[in-house]
């Protein structure tokens, strides 16, 4: 079957760094995404991966190995404004997102 | 559109009275997607229509909801006879064809629906 493994939740500080990752098994592979849901917000769309390695996006980086079915997205110089939940979504054969759960992530002063 | 365009933001319906969500996706987008999400959960698939194919009910968590899309653009999602346990936003998504497909989902800003 298809399915989609991200933690639930996730503390860090104010100005530190911290790693989400998230495991997918999907029928065919198409890429990896991570969205960005604020409380009471629509997601929005952070990064896509479709080769193995590191994308960087300022602040924001996201990894993928393939082989694993592995992915991370890297947030460095944690802002208040970080806190948010981060989806990770596979995009299978049908080119067609599988959404995780969500990691609800709060930031400490 | 420049966006996706959802209507109305908020809706507060009796229970028992049906109700109409409407989503306008980014034109030129083919594929278009309903989802459901309950308070600090996940998203929940609906329903999903690509081009003129025949859609993917395949979410729809009961006969009382049905959605159609007429001309390939704008998109309408009813639910009959409201239950309390269909309080939740419901949000609408849109992306391009095949060869977009690494632009991802572009979202509404959803439909919160209440049910009393």
């Known amino acids: 079957g298809q399915n989609i493994d991200q933690p639930t939740e996730m503390t860090a500080t104010e100005g530190a760094i911290v790693q989400i990752n998230c495991t997918y098994q999907?029928?065919?592979?198409?890429?990896l995404f991570w969205y960005q849901q604020h409380a009471g917000e629509a997601p929005t769309f952070l990064s896509y991966?479709?080769l193995d390695g590191l994308e960087e996006k300022g602040r924001f980086s996201s990894f993928l190995s393939r082989s694993k079915g592995y992915s991370y997205l890297l947030l460095k110089e944690l802002q208040m404004k970080d806190s948010a939940s981060y989806l990770c979504?596979?995009?299978?054969?049908?080119?067609?997102?599988?959404w995780g759960a969500g990691t609800k992530l709060i930031i400490k002063p | 559109g420049a966006g996706v365009s959802q209507s109305p933001s908020n809706k507060v319906t009796e229970k028992g009275k049906d109700v109409e969500l409407r989503c306008d996706p980014i034109?030129?987008?083919?594929?278009l997607y309903w989802y459901r999400q309950s308070l600090g959960q996940g998203l929940e698939f609906l329903i999903y229509?690509?081009?003129?194919?025949?859609?993917?009910k395949s979410g729809l968590p009961s006969d009382r909801f049905s959605a159609e899309r007429t001309g390939g653009s704008v998109s309408t999602l009813t639910i009959q006879r409201t239950q309390q346990e269909d309080s939740a936003v419901y949000l609408c998504?849109?992306?391009?064809?095949?060869?977009?497909?690494?632009?991802?989902?572009?979202f509404g800003s959803g439909t919160r629906l209440t049910v009393v």
């Open positions: 979504a596979s995009m299978d054969s049908n080119y067609q997102l599988i």
């Open positions: 034109s030129g987008h083919t594929a």
């Open positions: 998504a849109s992306s391009p064809s095949f060869a977009g497909a690494k632009f991802g989902y572009t």
């Open positions: 999907t029928s065919g592979f198409n890429g």
């Open positions: 991966n479709v």
């Open positions: 229509f690509q081009g003129n194919s025949a859609p993917d």
